[in-house]
């Protein structure tokens, strides 16, 4: 899966529960969390929770509006709360952000009968409307989420437009479609072919599974704390550097926290994290600890961190600058560096050699693919792994096959 940020957009939902005199406060909570956020574009296969746009109380039901993405996605294939199908006393009707979609008929209702004019079709925009009876037991839209099929897009070896999970396809429909840049499409379709090898084509439909995290890097630099200064009621400031930061990581991008490896205190925890979800952010990493670590790791939120502590970061922390360059674990980062992480760790590419290392993890992964075969069918690691060149000779051989 691949998130991309596009557009900024708001929430009607404070105007209509104000206006409506009703919601609970979780309600209300869930409709203005996303105020504010940007609208992701996805591609591949994801699953993802709700922005939740709009929650409009009428009567016997409440109408909960899910943005999932931005464009025409190609299905949302299953809608969840609290990891659990939805009840089935719960309607549910998905606009897949298609240019001539209609307005919801029982939302646009729901609106009038709050007094509040309601046309809004959203083109252009992927959501769904979920109907659901008030008092619904443990009605709780914040923990909505769906598998999206996402962004349809342009193959060069077929010549069709579809749904597909290639990575290689869905960075050259980012920079050609929604850029407008030129895309060099030999390029592409051989980047294309190494990522559909059978294997390495497996990976990616275990992404969610075994996920991998990539994005760009926006950083967070802290020096040690300082008694006068860094007491509880900084926080009060509403520009507080550690808070501004969290509120300006642009969504897609990866906040990186230089702790200095300082193990006494946390980084952050669960409410920072969650807000770091709901405005897009594509996962934190951080070289000190994490308050909450046990419900953060419930959270469908990426988070590389050194393991849990309780302590308020005040206590030796004092955040200072926001994307500038730090070191974290002991790897200098720079802003917009790419961020890549999975089980086994986070790794850092320089943002003007991450096309040259893809193109060359790419052409690696097929040699795997054809070294792991082989060694499959008995062959000895010396002259295999790493191979010689009769076994690079055969790999070509076996690359004219594949057709690559």
Same mark, same amino acid.
């Given at each position: 899966?691949?998130y991309?940020? #596009?557009?900024n957009w708001?929430?009607a939902s404070k105007?209509?529960l104000?206006?409506a005199?009703?919601?609970?406060?979780?309600?209300?909570?869930a409709?203005?969390a996303a105020?504010?956020?940007r609208i992701?574009?996805?591609?591949?296969r994801?699953?993802?929770g709700?922005l939740?746009?709009?929650?409009v109380?009428?009567?016997?039901? &409440?109408?909960?509006?899910?943005?999932w993405a !931005?464009g025409?996605?190609?299905?949302?294939e299953?809608v969840t709360?609290?990891?659990k199908? !939805?009840p089935a006393?719960?309607g &549910?009707?998905?606009y897949l %952000?298609?240019p001539?979609?209609t307005?919801?008929a029982?939302?646009?209702s729901a609106?009038? *009968?709050?007094?509040?004019?309601y046309?809004?079709a959203?083109p252009?925009?992927?959501y769904?409307v979920i109907?659901?009876?008030?008092? !619904?037991?443990?009605? #709780?839209?914040?923990?909505i989420a769906?598998?999206?099929k996402?962004?349809k897009v342009?193959?060069?070896?077929t010549?069709?437009t579809a749904?597909s999970?290639?990575?290689a396809l869905?960075l050259a429909?980012?920079v050609?479609a929604?850029e407008g840049?030129?895309? /060099?499409?030999s390029? +592409?379709?051989?980047?294309?072919? *190494?990522? /559909?090898?059978?294997? /390495?084509?497996?990976?990616?439909?275990t992404l969610?599974?075994?996920?991998? #995290?990539v994005?760009p890097?926006?950083?967070?630099?802290?020096i040690? /704390?300082?008694?006068d200064?860094d007491?509880i009621?900084a926080?009060?400031?509403?520009?507080?550097p550690?808070?501004k930061?969290?509120e300006s &990581?642009?969504p897609?991008?990866?906040l990186?926290?230089?702790?200095?490896?300082?193990?006494?205190?946390?980084s952050?925890?669960?409410?920072?994290t969650?807000?770091l979800?709901?405005? %897009?952010a594509a996962?934190l990493v951080s070289?000190?600890?994490?308050r909450?670590?046990?419900r953060?790791?419930?959270?469908d939120?990426?988070?590389?961190?050194?393991g849990?502590?309780?302590?308020?970061?005040?206590i030796?922390h004092?955040?200072?600058?926001?994307?500038?360059p730090?070191g974290?674990?002991?790897?200098?980062?720079?802003p917009?560096?790419i961020?890549?992480?999975?089980?086994?760790?986070?790794?850092?590419i320089p943002?003007?050699?991450?096309?040259e290392?893809a193109?060359?993890?790419?052409?690696q992964e +097929?040699?795997?693919v054809f070294?792991l075969?082989? +060694?499959q069918?008995? *062959?000895k690691?010396p002259?295999t792994?790493?191979?010689n060149a009769?076994?690079?000779?055969a790999?070509?051989?076996?690359?004219?096959e594949?057709?690559l």
């Amino acid at each position: 899966m691949l998130y991309l940020p #596009d557009q900024n957009w708001s929430v009607a939902s404070k105007a209509a529960l104000q206006a409506a005199g009703s919601g609970t406060a979780s309600e209300r909570q869930a409709a203005l969390a996303a105020e504010g956020a940007r609208i992701p574009i996805v591609y591949g296969r994801d699953r993802r929770g709700a922005l939740v746009a709009n929650i409009v109380p009428t009567g016997a039901y &409440v109408y909960v509006v899910c943005v999932w993405a !931005l464009g025409e996605i190609e299905a949302v294939e299953s809608v969840t709360m609290s990891d659990k199908p !939805l009840p089935a006393s719960c309607g &549910v009707t998905h606009y897949l %952000g298609t240019p001539g979609q209609t307005v919801n008929a029982g939302l646009a209702s729901a609106f009038a *009968a709050n007094g509040i004019s309601y046309a809004d079709a959203l083109p252009g925009i992927a959501y769904s409307v979920i109907m659901a009876p008030v008092g !619904l037991d443990g009605f #709780d839209p914040l923990s909505i989420a769906a598998v999206i099929k996402g962004t349809k897009v342009y193959d060069p070896r077929t010549g069709l437009t579809a749904w597909s999970d290639n990575p290689a396809l869905a960075l050259a429909h980012f920079v050609s479609a929604i850029e407008g840049r030129t895309v /060099a499409w030999s390029s +592409v379709t051989a980047t294309a072919n *190494a990522w /559909a090898v059978e294997g /390495a084509a497996c990976y990616f439909e275990t992404l969610e599974e075994q996920p991998t #995290d990539v994005g760009p890097a926006y950083t967070m630099r802290n020096i040690p /704390a300082r008694e006068d200064l860094d007491q509880i009621s900084a926080f009060d400031n509403p520009d507080h550097p550690q808070r501004k930061g969290v509120e300006s &990581v642009p969504p897609g991008h990866v906040l990186v926290v230089d702790t200095r490896r300082e193990t006494r205190v946390a980084s952050g925890g669960e409410i920072l994290t969650t807000r770091l979800k709901v405005r %897009g952010a594509a996962g934190l990493v951080s070289d000190g600890p994490v308050r909450d670590s046990g419900r953060i790791a419930e959270i469908d939120f990426p988070v590389y961190c050194a393991g849990g502590s309780a302590p308020l970061n005040l206590i030796h922390h004092h955040t200072v600058d926001l994307n500038v360059p730090i070191g974290c674990g002991g790897v200098a980062v720079y802003p917009g560096d790419i961020i890549v992480g999975d089980e086994e760790g986070v790794v850092v590419i320089p943002a003007h050699l991450a096309d040259e290392v893809a193109a060359d993890a790419a052409a690696q992964e +097929v040699m795997e693919v054809f070294i792991l075969e082989r +060694v499959q069918n008995g *062959a000895k690691l010396p002259g295999t792994y790493p191979p010689n060149a009769e076994t690079k000779a055969a790999f070509e051989v076996w690359k004219k096959e594949k057709g690559l």
